[in-house]
């Protein structure tokens, strides 16, 4: 196994009888559980009422993995659209069965949407087209008979699987290796990457040999929030790459397998309480996308950035239980959804989720029962294509707002469209119901170009990607974004690291290392270094910063006023200006003088 972690699985299931107990698999013992998972359904059946009676010996766990999580009042008042949740579309599938494992709240389901067996309980994962047509799901696995049933998904093993559809059914081709919470991308280079807790794999071709190594992080003297785990990741216009960690800490590397470097020195994830895990991060034509789920409360949040960095929550659930339904209103009632990934188009917009759900406690999922988990896929409402056609910065005082909606395939915006629902504004307006209503429209080829009564716009200086929401004629919600003109949207991200203070002949000194993460060249930036006392921030020193190229660093020589007692802890600040605007700043505790 250590010479060999691409092996294949092979094409087909054969039957085989079960001549061993079920511990860790090895290789041989993957391939003796080639076969027909109804089979193996009906032999688990004859398990279950043998352990019956032994199971109800065992003491339940004591600790609930759920809690109810209080709403906010005025999410009450969001409209159809606002929501992340709204975007969720019917389930696909062709075959609908009940002859399969599951609580009754999943049956019958979807045996064919995503990946599930009778052999291994799936997790997470996420897909990625391959050159070959096929779609690739990199998802995680183990024996559903493995006698810590749930709880030995710590000894997952990555699977590589295939489909001709974007939804599924994928079946496995081979184990690329172990590792759990898959998540692939495609470097820089070229090569793909498969990440888990941990690690990660590398190959040249995604049915090549896939090299198993770790990755570099520099956490540049930030505290690591919670772990380096379930790493998501996005990459940026120059292919360089940002990545949130299960803490919601944002990091950058320039390709995506060389260092990672930390640039937060907190979570950028809502300031409420919640036990917080899962991110995903993406980025499409007009901006970042950050979902994060509280796994207590089973429920999760939706955030936009314009620059991966910087963040702004949108009201509302990005998910929670109950959004797997069919067409005809049916659901598949998982308990719990977890490792939301994302199937991106050629715009960079998600047109289907994939989860990893089961239908119980994780606890209550035994060797040998009722119970597993498998990974689902999700349509998703991409939402339309948006153009601003007005140069000019947009203020309360803007009389109106044109905006093109893009003509699609299966989507004519000029017979679609019921008009008088449409409102269009910053998100804090129209996700409430408010915004810019419409004045006229105009056909421009397939297109539709729609004039908004300015009034009411709520767009500000620090708004980047106005919203719009409304139906069709046939009731569907329908929702897009759109990039302001004269928003520059690539800019230089400049980050400080400690300051380290020494004292010389010439009295107290201070060096600051200050790099540029972002894809284009910085201008002169001031730096000032402070602590903060009685609510108020005691500067101590500052100097000038030089024009830094993408990813360059300096490290900066200052004069500092000595004004701290040796041993004691002082709350330092960093901070970053062009002009009077604050570029960034970097808190942390420190004694300065030992």
Known sequence: RDTDRSRGLGDVYKRQPFPFTCNSPTFDHINLFKTNS??????????????????????????????????????KQLVKGARFMDRFLPMKGNVLSSDTWGADCVLPRYVDNGIEDGIWSYWGGNIRKGEDGKYHLFVCGWLECSPKGHMEWPNSYVFHTVSDNLTGPFKPVRIIGKGHNPEMFRAKDGRYVVYVIDGRYVSDDLNGKWEYGKFDFNARDRRIIEGLSNLSFAQREDSSYVMVCRGGGIWVSRDGLSEYNQLTDKRVYPDVDGRFEDPVIWRDHIQYHLIVNDW??????????????????????????????????QAEDWFKYERLKVYQDKYGRAIQANFAVIDTLKNEDKPFDHHSSKNISIPLNPGLLLTILDEKPITSGTKTIRVKIQAEEGFNPQTDIDVNSLRFGASEEVNYGRGCQVLTTENAGKDLIVTF?????????????????????????????????????????????????????????CTVEVQNFGQVSSKKALVEVGYKKEGKTIKVASGMVPALKPYEKTDLLLSAKDRFEEGKEYDLIVTLYSGKKVLSTFNLKKKVLE
Not at 307 to 328: F, S, T
């Open 296 to 329: 207590l409360g089973r429920i999760a949040f939706y955030l936009r950035s314009k620059d991966g960095v910087n963040w702004v929550v949108d009201p509302g659930e990005a998910y929670m239980p109950g959004i797997a339904v069919h067409a005809d209103g």
């Open 38 to 75: 109804n089979i193996i359904f009906m032999e688990r059946s004859l398990f279950k009422f043998a352990l019956l009676g032994v199971m109800f010996l065992i003491s339940h766990s004591s600790f609930s993995q759920i809690t109810e999580r209080e709403r906010p009042a005025e999410w």
């Open 453 to 509: 009564n300015g009034k009411g716009n709520g767009i500000t200086k620090d708004e980047f990607a106005p919203k719009l929401i409304g139906k069709y004629k046939n009731g569907r919600m329908l929702y897009g974004y759109a990039r302001l003109p004269y928003i520059d949207y690539i800019e230089p991200i400049l980050s400080a690291r400690a300051p380290v203070f020494t004292k010389s002949g010439k009295g107290l000194e």
